[in-house]
């Protein structure tokens, strides 16, 4: 099956910087590629997602790119704030699987 | 503003003991999850259901997890007996989507078991 990773597993950036989270896939029939927020004490949230037939998706301060060659996709966010501290989850799947593998999580933690 | 409800929030109970986990998944949606969240392991899928139809529950431990939807508003995550190791956030999500899981899921807050 499908094993996604993640790294690094926390993060710490000054605020207004940018935070990079990498996550790598094993399976190359993967073709959708979705990234998850959890803020502390609630469920996660999709914040932006890409599938295989694009090399980039963007949304205001966030983008994804993909790499399909080297398996790995990754999330970026620019011009970080406060409000980006949580875990992000990345997670990869293949249409007609049933399971969507999610990474372990990276803690973003934002310094004011 | 559509949501998906989980009950309990928390839940302590001691080893041994039966407990049940409900979830109210968005009205419309066709896909019921179950995730178990710890630090360990992370996301694992325990369960889910299509159209309340049991598709795949591999991730569950068979011999104390069950999931259920008895109806279109309520799924069902019981374990019995629990343990210790079953300390966890349950999480349950729904959204609607195909065949394949290609699509948002929306998470409810989850809940918090602690078995001792």
């Known amino acids: 099956g499908e094993n996604v990773e993640q790294h690094p597993s926390t993060l710490s950036v000054q605020e207004g910087d940018s935070a990079v989270i990498k996550c790598t896939y094993s399976?190359?029939?993967?073709?959708?590629f979705p990234w998850y927020k959890q803020e502390l004490g609630k469920g996660p949230q999709l914040i932006i997602d890409?599938?295989?037939?694009?090399g980039e998706k963007k949304d205001q301060r966030i983008a994804v790119t993909l790499n399909k060659t080297a398996k790995h996709f990754s999330l970026h966010i620019t011009e970080t704030q406060p409000e980006d501290s949580a875990v992000y989850f990345c997670?990869?799947?293949?249409?007609?699987?049933?399971?969507?593998?999610f990474g372990k999580g990276n803690q973003v933690v934002v310094i004011p | 503003d559509a949501r998906v409800t989980q009950t309990p929030r928390h839940k302590v109970t001691e080893m041994g003991q039966e407990v049940t986990m409900r979830c109210q998944p968005i009205?419309?949606?066709?896909?019921v999850f179950w995730y178990r969240q710890t630090m360990m392991q992370g996301l694992e899928l325990l369960a889910y259901?299509?159209?309340?139809?049991?598709?795949?529950d591999s991730g569950m431990p068979k011999d104390r997890f069950s999931a259920e939807m008895p109806d279109a508003t309520l799924a069902t995550l019981k374990i019995q007996p629990s343990e210790p190791r079953d300390s966890a956030v349950y999480f349950c999500?729904?959204?609607?989507?195909?065949?394949?899981?290609?699509?948002?899921?929306?998470f409810g807050e989850g809940s918090r078991l602690t078995v001792l």
């Open positions: 999500a729904s959204g609607l989507l195909g065949d394949s899981l290609t699509g948002e899921l929306f």
């Open positions: 399976d190359s029939a993967s073709n959708y």
């Open positions: 890409i599938r295989s037939n694009v």
């Open positions: 997670a990869a799947t293949a249409y007609g699987n049933n399971r969507l593998a």
């Open positions: 009205l419309g949606h066709n896909t």
């Open positions: 259901f299509r159209n309340r139809a049991p598709l795949d």
